[in-house]
């Protein structure tokens, strides 16, 4: 029978509700996963699925975040594909697993509905709660729309099953302003899913005819060889990553980089954002062009593993980097990114330097304006002015 | 009805060993002796997730390991749910054709501490939502792995160091938390006591256990001759006293009916079992008598539980 050509099919839908259809059209084998705002949407609808016949899955309504977590490992390790989604406080309680589930190297994808953490407790975006996750071991990526979102599951367990990766992959999208939103979103046809992630085929499964023992003790004689084997891995995943990415352009025509920048060509301070603000500051900055203002924008998707080539090729030639943090790292250096730049910048000759701000903790807005005035700090730096502490942006004193 | 452990003799168990020897457990631990007949009853088509504890910590120093038997450890509270994934994912890959249509049992080892404290949650929400899978706690009655700590399961009086005798304290204060019946609350096919001093009925606990649908809960006893300060060559016999004195009854909760598994005519003086027992030394006469007391009221009311299916 010849087969259909692939069709794409361009849809009006929640961002939430068409990662949950990426999820079925990825053809996961389990979804364990536990409510909570503003992620709910996706299990919700994920477990509609089910109920409807649309996914052949085991939808496992585990009682805590803390044991989706550990369900997740145990269905991974059963050779199962494996999804889940959490936010903030459901994050956290998930904490002491992610390390575990990353170093098993079992390839769970889990889409994070960025929120603030308590306290005190607020549902709405931040990236709080990612940001004490850096260290988990984890590929991360921060998605800046709808599309980005929908597209980034398929990529997801692509890199996340690559038997030379085989690692869990976190989606970053930001509460409410991405998982809430209504966007056009364009649909791939089930050929091109099969076709760029196929089966599932682990390399090691819990399996009866070849028994193995996975999670040991790790005494100080190999502990140490075990996170630097977990280090290298995820540091050598990024070539995978880019990788599955040209595929992707390949197939669907969109095209993703770990970095990527915005009318960077002759600017002399560059504003550095990370995940859904990042529409709102290209707005800023064509305004801010228009006005002959020489500023310009670099977006950092993917944060684990970290692109430091990637990143001091964007701002090497600018003269100040103006970092928008969306955390704040309480009675420490201001905001984890901005700190994570300047240890990348520390050690080259020729850096910007870098001006920091805090923006829209908690949910509070940040419009063009905040952002063209950010722009013009750092400018006002470019030429001279002393560099200032680092800025909660739009705080009451 | 014949008794199943009468019928029993050691020749009539594999000699396979699943959980293999060479592992680092103590002289005369129980919890290990409990593994050796859960895969001896199980066999080879058996999946372990194990908590964090001694057991775990016993069987898996890389690059070698007790098991002969796919096993995953993940963390301490969590073996429950780890066996709920692991359940579930064997279940959706044998529904989609990817792997044989051979169903594993899929088995969560844990610890008191980890069962009666900290994995409480993670269990009674696996035994809630039904996964079919057995659930083991050995009780060696504290968190032997971290240094003989209180648990929920370490009994009235004992010593343990953080329980210590003392002069303003006579050990443990509170009394030994029921899981077989916190098991039966969730309605679940299949509870049961065993002890590693019976090990026809355990062995034949455990196979009933695999052999319903749906969740089951074994909670087996295990003494540790380093966390009770006893010597290593009376655990079996330790183990035993237990069940004779009536301080650890050995039952089984089928659909919600008890039955009582070893039928006492009498039960032994309380003190041949506290006597060789290093945490128990302390005790003065009237906390023996708080103590009897106590296991007697328990003792019977199992009795009446299981009479009251009789009638
Ligand atoms: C979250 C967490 N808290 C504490 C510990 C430390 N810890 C490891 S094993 C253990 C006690 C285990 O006790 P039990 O479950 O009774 O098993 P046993 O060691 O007695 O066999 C503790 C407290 C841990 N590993 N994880
Ligand atoms: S401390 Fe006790 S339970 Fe742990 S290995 Fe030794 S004897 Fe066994
Ligand atoms: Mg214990």
Redesign the interface.
């Known amino acids: 029978m010849a087969k259909a050509a692939p069709q794409s099919l361009r849809k009006g839908i929640e961002v939430s509700i068409s990662m949950a259809e990426a999820a079925m059209q990825a053809n996961v084998d389990v979804v364990a996963a536990y409510p909570i705002t503003p992620q709910t949407h996706i299990v919700e609808h994920l477990s509609e699925l089910v109920a409807d016949g649309r996914l052949d899955a085991e939808f496992v309504p585990v009682e805590s975040e803390h044991s989706a977590m550990s369900a997740c490992c145990g269905s991974s390790a059963s050779g199962a594909r494996t999804y889940t989604a959490t936010s903030s406080q459901g994050l956290a309680l998930m904490h002491e697993i992610l390390y575990i589930a990353s170093a098993l190297r079992l390839p769970i994808v889990m889409a994070v509905a960025n929120r603030a953490l308590s306290g005190p407790i607020s549902i709405w975006n931040d990236h709080g709660d990612i940001m004490a996750e850096r260290d988990t071991g984890w590929i991360q990526v921060f998605v800046e729309n709808g599309q980005e979102a929908y597209d980034m599951t398929f990529h997801a367990f692509r890199v996340a099953e690559d038997h030379g990766v085989l690692l869990p992959y976190m989606i970053n999208f930001d509460g409410f302003i991405l998982s809430h939103v209504i966007e056009p979103i364009v649909y791939w046809s089930q050929e091109l899913v099969d076709q760029y992630i196929g089966l599932y085929e682990p390399m090691l499964r819990l399996d009866t005819k070849n028994p193995i023992t996975m999670g040991p003790v790790g005494i100080p004689d190999i502990y140490l060889e075990t996170r630097k084997a977990h280090d290298f891995v995820l540091r050598e995943s990024k070539a995978t990553i880019v990788k599955a990415w040209d595929e992707m352009e390949k197939l669907v025509g969109r095209r993703y980089r770990p970095i990527e920048t915005y009318k960077t060509d002759g600017a002399r301070i560059l504003l550095l954002t990370m995940g859904g603000v990042s529409e709102t500051a290209m707005t800023a900055v064509d305004a801010l062009r228009e006005a002959g203002l020489p500023v310009g924008l670099v977006r950092i998707r993917l944060w684990r593993p970290f692109p430091f080539e990637e990143l001091y090729e964007a701002v090497k030639d600018c003269e100040v980097l103006g970092v928008v943090d969306r955390c704040l790292s309480t009675g420490g250096p201001g905001g984890p990114v901005a700190s994570e730049i300047k240890g990348a910048l520390y050690h080259k000759d020729k850096r910007p330097k870098v001006v920091e701000f805090i923006a829209g903790i908690g949910g509070r807005d940040v419009r063009v304006e905040d952002f063209q005035d950010m722009a013009k700090k750092t400018l006002s730096v470019a030429d001279g002015a002393p560099l200032p502490p680092f800025e909660l942006v739009g705080v009451r004193e | 009805m014949i008794e199943p452990f009468n019928v029993y003799a050691a020749r009539l168990l594999p000699s396979q060993e699943l959980f293999a020897q060479g592992h680092r457990a103590c002289q005369g631990c129980g919890p290990a002796l409990a593994l050796r007949y859960l895969l001896k009853a199980l066999g ?4 372990v ?1 194990n908590a964090t504890g001694c057991m ?2 016993i069987s ?4 070698e ?1 007790a ?9 301490f ?2 073996a ?14 044998r ?2 054709g ?2 044989p249509d051979k169903k ?1 049992t899929v088995v969560a080892i844990a610890g008191d501490g980890g069962t009666f404290d900290i994995g409480l ?2 269990l ?2 696996a035994l ?2 039904g996964h079919d899978f057995i659930y083991l706690c050995y009780d060696n009655e504290a968190y032997m792995n971290t240094g003989i700590q209180r648990s929920s399961g370490t009994p009235f009086g004992a010593a343990t160091t953080t329980s210590p005798a003392g002069s303003k304290s006579f050990g443990q204060k509170t009394w030994k938390k029921d899981l077989a019946a916190i098991g039966v609350a969730h309605h679940i096919p299949y509870v049961a006591t065993a002890s590693i001093a019976y090990p026809f009925d355990f062995v034949e606990k455990v196979k009933k256990a695999a052999a319903v649908e749906g969740p089951a809960l074994i909670h087996v006893f295990a003494p540790c001759p380093t966390g009770w300060r006893t010597p290593s060559n009376l655990t079996v016999r330790l183990a035993r006293l237990a069940v004779q004195t009536g301080m650890f009854p050995l039952y089984e909760v089928e659909n919600g009916k008890y039955h009582m598994s070893v039928d006492l005519p009498f039960l032994k003086p309380l003190d041949d079992y506290l006597k060789p027992q290093g945490r128990y030394r302390h005790l003065t006469k009237d906390v023996i008598a708080v103590l009897k007391k106590g296991i007697d009221q328990r003792y019977n009311e199992i009795l009446e539980k299981c009479e009251a299916n009789h009638e």
């Open positions: 080879p088509e058996t999946i997730a775990e910590i898996s120093s890389w690059p390991t098991w002969g038997v796919p096993w995953i450890h993940v963390a509270e969590n429950a749910a780890v066996a709920s994934g692991v359940e579930a994912g064997s279940k959706a890959l529904r989609k990817r792997i594993p949650q993670a009674s929400g809630e939502r």
